[in-house]
Structures are given as structure tokens and as C-alpha cells.
């Protein structure tokens, strides 16, 4: 079946400079690559996704990239600021697992001032 | 997407006693899920919930243990039974199709947080 691994576990980043979490998936037919935050205390927050007839997508200060013959995508966001500290999750569909969400372990931002 | 709410939001409960907890969509949703969200891991799926239909669950979690019910397009509960500590964990519920929302998006409560004592 589907597995999504997720890497970082925890990124520190200056305030203001760029952070990048990276996923990989193994199911080839995968076509849905969503990204959520997690602020403490709340549910999961949807941010951006990807589907798979693109290569990336842009949000403001956020965008996510996808390459599909590597079977890897990436969360990029910019200009980071304080209220960006949360646990990011990646998630991919699992066209072999009754295409539910198969989720990465979360990646743990912190933004230093 | 969708306004999600969940009652209740935390709760201390005895071991062998039981809880309910409640999602409340704000518009008609096909696929309602529920999941278990131990303290710094990932979301691990329990079942998907279909109006009309049982519930399907995913392995390791059993009807008996985990009930649930969808009586309606905007509602579901899920039941957990005889508790142990072990079950102490954030329950999260979460929607897709939402609002005429694109396939496989999900939008999630703000979850309930349990302890076993």
C-alpha cells in the first residue's frame, strides 16, 4: 500500500527566511497531495494541495511542488513569520488503500525572531 | 470548505465508562471520517462514516469498541466504549465534498480531547 515518509521531524528557521518539508510517496498513482497545519490545541488546518496534472501551485507565501517521476513533493514557504509555527502534515491518496488520505509523520516548524 | 464542530472538546473520563462525541457539519457532506491522533504523532484513520450505510473501519479498530453513527448528511458520533487509558488520545472528524468541494479534500474539527484515568 501507500506510504508517505516526511522529513524533517522539527525545522528551526530564522524569522523571515524560507523553509522547505519534503515528502515522498511510493504509490505511483497517487494523484492528490494535500498539505495541512496543525496549530497547538486545533484541528488540522487544509493550506494548499496539488494534484497531480500540475507541477506546482502558489499561495501567497506558500507553494507546493510535485515531481511525479521522482515521486516527491515539497512544501515551500517564504518570508516566514512567527504565526507560522505548527506542525505541518503531508498526505497523499492511497489509490490501494480505498483512497483514503495515507499521512506523513509531521514536520514540527519553529520560527526564531 | 466547512465549519466543522465537535462536543465535547475535552473530557476526563473512568476507565470502563463510555463517551460519545458528536460532529456537526454546517452543510450536507457525503463522506464523514473519524480519526485517533496520539500526543505528537500523525492522524491514524479509525473508520469512514457513510449516511445509510455501516461504517467501514480500518484495521485495528473494531464496531464493538468504536461505534459510530451517521444518521444524516450533516451529523455523526463516535462512541468510545469500556475506555482504558490507553484510549486517551485527540478524536478528530473530518469531511470531504463539502460545500460542492473538490474530491479527497478534507476539512477537520477542531477535535475532542480525551483522558483515561
Known amino acids: 500500500g501507500e506510504n508517505v515518509e516526511q522529513h524533517p521531524s522539527t525545522l528551526s528557521v530564522q524569522e523571515g527566511d524560507s523553509a522547505v518539508i519534503k515528502c515522498t510517496y511510493s504509490?505511483?498513482?497517487?494523484?492528490?497531495f494535500p498539505w495541512y497545519k496543525q496549530e497547538l490545541g486545533k484541528g488540522p488546518q487544509l493550506i494548499i494541495d496539488?494534484?497531480?496534472n500540475v507541477g506546482e501551485k502558489k499561495d501567497q507565501r506558500i507553494a507546493v511542488t510535485l515531481n511525479k517521476t521522482a515521486k516527491h513533493f515539497s512544501l515551500h514557504i517564504t518570508e516566514t513569520q512567527p504565526e507560522d509555527s505548527a506542525v505541518y502534515f503531508c498526505?497523499?491518496?492511497?489509490?490501494?488503500?480505498?483512497?483514503?488520505?495515507?499521512w506523513g509523520a509531521g514536520t514540527k516548524l519553529i520560527i526564531k525572531p | 470548505s466547512a465549519v466543522i464542530s465537535q462536543k465535547p472538546s475535552r473530557d476526563i473520563c473512568q476507565r470502563g465508562t463510555s463517551l460519545t462525541i458528536q460532529c456537526q457539519v454546517d452543510?450536507?457532506?457525503?463522506?464523514m471520517f473519524w480519526y485517533r491522533q496520539q500526543p505528537g504523532q500523525s492522524l491514524t484513520l479509525i473508520a469512514t462514516?457513510?449516511?445509510?450505510?455501516?461504517?467501514?473501519?480500518e484495521s485495528g479498530f473494531v464496531i464493538d469498541k468504536f461505534p459510530i453513527s451517521r444518521p444524516n448528511l450533516t451529523f455523526s458520533t463516535l462512541t468510545v466504549s469500556n475506555m482504558s487509558p490507553e484510549d486517551s488520545s485527540i478524536y478528530l472528524c473530518?469531511?470531504?465534498?463539502?460545500?460542492?468541494?473538490?474530491?479527497?479534500?478534507?476539512?477537520f474539527g477542531p477535535g475532542t480531547r480525551l483522558t483515561v484515568t
Open positions: 473530518s469531511v470531504e465534498g463539502a460545500g460542492g468541494g473538490n474530491f479527497y479534500e478534507q476539512y
Open positions: 452543510s450536507q457532506v457525503t463522506m
Open positions: 462514516a457513510n449516511q445509510g450505510s455501516e461504517a467501514t473501519y
Open positions: 504509490d505511483s498513482a497517487s494523484n492528490y
Open positions: 496539488i494534484r497531480s
Open positions: 498526505a497523499a491518496v492511497g489509490m490501494d488503500s480505498n483512497y483514503q488520505l495515507i
